[in-house]
């Protein structure tokens, strides 16, 4: 194939081949990912990864999401892994359809709790409960966390699910200082186009 | 980067007939209210299948974005700007990732999608389908692609499908340094030597034609879209998109003493539009189909690196997780 890419060339790569069909989907595993904007702030979700395993989805999630923007934590968890309630909207508040679960069948173990206080905003974290399943949880987090305002959807998640970036290890996020050059203030131009119009004026 | 004009389909009116209408009635107060739409909320066939195909047409836009420039990062002159430039490719490759996460949402698979694009079922922006011969066109695509793409994403970033939104909020704080750095480039060349002065204004010449291709063919000739306006997943017009463009960035063309090969182009001080020469549509129409200079090498570019990554990814399929959709 005839092109200006160099590695049309290098890769040897043809045009006329087509795409062989698949047996199967091999579409890896999806992950929920969160961080923290600012220093001890809460999680928020900022989107998602596709990983093998949990630690991979936490380096593609830090590649993908801490790349650009200040970050001071991050956690991911398999979607697969978080149970959610039904959304509402208007001024109705989910909570008024919790059901009162006073135990589960499990150990108690920490829940962790996540409000969508908006719709389009992100769910951001709100606290932990010690429950024994998941609707004990979620019912628990209606006692404590059920405020005046409403809550449009809330995502309940066991905290042995989810991986947490290390508190002592919080020199991997300054990564941004070095970077000046991703930065639009680096681009500042407005000296050379004036000079340029008064040169043009001059002539 | 990504180009407006998106193709829809045609909607077609008994796709509508067949929804729920207290359902379909819910569905559009929310979005009159200004309330976003999320992933699991009831929404009608026709909003979810032109969403994913508007998310996905701007995702592959966005990877096949990346390939023009990417080739340019080793010749790009000195290391600053080859430090400028990857860092501005690695960018556009991570949007094409945020945008196929909020596509997943609306339950097609990424690989699903990736597989269309190989395949030709799915469509990009048709400008990538254009030759960057010198370093002057890849300095056009980062400033003034880039800022097509920006008027574009500023206007869908309005609509009202939730991870969508979230998506495009992430991908325009990011482009202020793309738009900033084409800018600088094209500063540099432009007030230059006579031969980089030159470069710069060849490669306005080659481009324009295909910049006015990008914003879409004039709304007189697109599609019936008052349905896919009143649900905000067209938040304007192509037309209008195209206008606000020229307003931008014509005059900042023109201070730098480039030329801009339309003589016709002027702004009616009456009406406050802008007048051009129309594009050749049936060109945009031919490339659009596969027949522009690069379309089979973008395509193929992507095909090799699907088929010799295969292994890798069959390597790290774990057989106890199976793939799930995203939840926002
Ligand atoms: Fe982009
Ligand atoms: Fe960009």
Redesign the pocket.
């Known amino acids: 194939m005839e092109s200006l890419d160099p590695r049309i060339a290098r890769l040897e790569i043809s045009d006329d081949a087509i795409l062989q069909p698949k047996e199967a989907l091999d579409q890896l595993v999806t992950y929920e990912v969160f961080v923290q904007k600012k220093d001890k702030a809460a999680f928020e979700h900022v989107g998602i990864v596709h990983a093998s395993d949990v630690e991979m989805a936490f380096i593609f999630a830090k590649e993908t999401f801490s790349r650009r923007f200040t970050c001071f934590g991050m956690c991911v968890v398999e979607t697969g892994k978080i149970r959610i309630t039904g959304y509402t909207d208007n001024d109705n508040n989910i909570y008024d359809q919790v059901a009162k679960v006073e135990h589960g069948d499990g150990p108690e173990e920490i829940y962790e709790i996540f409000h969508l206080k908006k719709r389009g905003k992100q769910h951001v974290h709100i606290g932990s409960v010690e429950a024994e399943s998941y609707d004990n949880a979620l019912y628990k987090a209606k006692v404590l966390y059920d405020d005046e305002k409403p809550k449009f959807n809330v995502w309940v998640i066991k905290n042995s699910d989810i991986l947490f970036s290390d508190e002592d290890d919080k020199a991997i996020w300054d990564t941004l200082s070095d970077k000046k050059y991703r930065d639009a203030t680096a681009y500042r131009a407005m000296d050379k186009i004036k000079k340029f119009k008064e040169e043009q004026l001059n002539q | ?2 180009g407006g004009g998106n193709l829809f389909e045609t909607p077609k009116l008994d796709e509508l007939r067949n929804e729920d209408p207290i359902k379909l009635k819910e569905f559009e107060d929310r979005i009159e209210r200004g309330e976003k739409i999320e992933p699991n909320d009831w929404m009608p066939a026709l909003y979810r299948k032109q969403l994913i195909r508007m998310i996905e047409q701007h995702a592959h ?2 990877i096949i ?1 990346a390939l023009p420039e990417g080739t340019w990062i080793t010749r790009a002159p000195g290391f600053k700007r080859k430090m400028s430039l990857m860092a501005k490719v690695q ?2 490759v ?3 990732q945020l945008l196929y996460s909020a596509a997943e949402t609306l339950g097609k698979s990424r690989e699903q999608m990736i597989d269309d694009l190989i395949s030709g079922k799915s469509k990009y922006s048709n400008i990538f389908n254009y030759p960057t011969f010198t370093w002057a066109d890849c300095c056009f695509i980062s400033w003034l692609v ?1 800022a097509g ?1 920006i008027v574009n ?1 500023t206007a869908n970033a309005r609509g009202s499908y939730g991870p969508y939104c979230r998506a495009l909020d992430r ?1 325009c704080a ?2 202020s340094f ?1 738009l900033k750095y084409g800018h600088h480039c094209v500063i540099h060349l432009a007030t230059g030597t006579p031969k980089q002065r030159k470069m710069m204004q060849e490669a306005i010449d080659r481009w324009w034609e295909p910049l006015m291709h990008f914003f879409g063919p004039p709304d007189k000739l697109s599609v019936h879209t008052e349905t896919l306006v009143k649900w905000k997943v067209k938040m304007a017009t192509n037309d209008e998109n195209r206008q606000q463009f020229l307003d931008m960035y014509v005059p900042k063309i023109w201070e730098l003493g480039l030329t801009i090969p339309d003589p016709n182009l002027k702004k009616n001080a009456e009406t406050g539009l802008w007048e051009y020469t129309e594009p050749d549509w049936a060109e945009f129409k031919r490339v659009i189909n596969g027949d522009g200079p690069c379309n089979k090498e973008r395509l193929a570019v992507r095909r090799v690196a699907e088929e010799r990554g295969e292994w890798v990814r069959q390597a790290m399929l774990a057989p106890q997780s199976k793939y799930v959709v995203p939840l926002a």
């Open positions: 980067m990504y836009s966005e974005g960018d556009e991570g949007h094409a880039d793409a994403q991908i990011e482009e793309h």
